[in-house]
């Protein structure tokens, strides 16, 4: 009867990943490595998790946290840090990391900006995250949800900074522009990978595209902190992360992220492998020589882990900057 069950919870999982990544099921699996010690995290409990858990849910709420499978969501959500991921829980792309679900979004929810802004009210959130799907589907990307959302925290939530961290509008003429006038505190989109590797890990995006996406918000509002993030562990090399970081201080980028690259299923890109706790010590002091104003460099670094904090670095470390001359 144990087998019987076991079996039948397996094929119950299996069928679930391939309801959400249908575009992956004729990939051969991947090879998983065991995790090392210092990528272990608690599992999630906790009072002020359950509260968090219920804001989102009776608020017909996404998180990314939850659809990504994040690790730090345990940690995140016991001190009522949620990101928001806005405009469905579908995404029109297919890149080979991700965990959140492939396929033909739904329609666009206009309440759905009220009650993310609700939600923040109601949580006392000091700094949000807000995120998305993309949504190659809609003539914007969904560039005016984005807006949509910005303005009903503002009015709701005067008192909460806003992040936003958003798809690369790809083949949205002036998309970008709308959402970088909504000012935003920080404008946040991934560069996820060395360029050598987006056709395997981010074959839907174009890296020199992502990269000028940023430097366009600097052009257009100098004061609006811009920040970017990367994955190791997928095969790059420690050359070709040192040319990422020059590439963003090009482009202007105040702040930068590393963290594992972790696989969320055997459908998907392998960890080539896990890079340790001293690498990243060593390419933080790398970037921080290179101009960031704020890095953040762990095995557990995700876009928007401990943004809160480190948004108030990063504003303090611009203060200083500015006081030196």
């Known amino acids: 009867m ?33 995790k090392p010690d210092w990528i272990r995290v608690k599992a999630p409990l906790g009072k002020t998790f359950a509260e968090t858990q219920k804001v989102v849910k009776e608020g017909g709420l996404v998180t990314v946290c939850e ?23 579908t995404c029109t792309r297919a890149c080979s990391f991700c ?12 309440d759905e900006a009220r009650r993310v802004a609700e939600a923040v009210a109601q949580m006392g959130l000091k700094h949000v995250v807000i995120t998305s799907v993309d949504r190659d589907d809609l003539d914007d990307g969904g560039a005016q949800h984005f807006v949509d959302v910005i303005e009903a925290i503002r009015k709701l939530a005067p008192g909460t900074t806003v992040e936003i961290l958003t798809p690369d509008f790809l083949r949205k003429p002036g ?12 404008f946040n989109h991934n560069l996820e990978t060395v360029p050598r590797l987006y056709l395997s890990i981010r074959p839907g995006a174009r890296y020199y595209h992502s990269l000028r996406l940023l430097e366009r918000v600097k052009e257009r509002d100098p004061a609006q902190f811009t920040k970017s993030g990367i994955m190791v562990g997928l095969g790059e090399t420690k ?19 590393i963290g594992q690259y972790l696989q969320p299923t055997r459908k998907h890109a392998a960890v080539d492998r896990f890079v340790t706790p001293d690498e ?34 990063l504003r303090e470390a611009r203060n200083a900057l500015i006081a030196r001359g």
């Open 67 to 89: 659809e990504a499978g994040c690790p730090n969501i345990g940690e995140c959500w016991e001190q009522k840090h949620a990101t928001f991921m806005i405009l469905g829980d």
């Open 280 to 313: 990243f010590k060593a390419y933080e002091t790398i970037a921080r020589a290179k101009g960031f104003l704020m890095v953040s460099a762990t095995p557990l670094t995700r876009s928007s882990y401990h943004a809160g904090d480190d948004f108030e670095k």
């Open 175 to 186: 998309a970008a522009e709308r959402v970088i006038d909504a000012a935003p505190d920080v």
């Open 99 to 110: 965990n959140v679900k492939t396929g033909l979004p739904g329609a666009v929810d206009r």
């Open 239 to 257: 050359e070709e992360v040192m040319q990422v970081m020059d590439d963003m201080r090009s482009a202007g980028i105040d702040f930068l992220t």
């Open 2 to 34: 144990a087998n019987l069950i076991d079996n039948t919870a397996r094929e119950a999982a299996s069928e679930a990943r391939a309801a959400r990544h249908p575009e992956k099921q004729k990939r051969a699996d991947t090879p998983v490595l065991r």
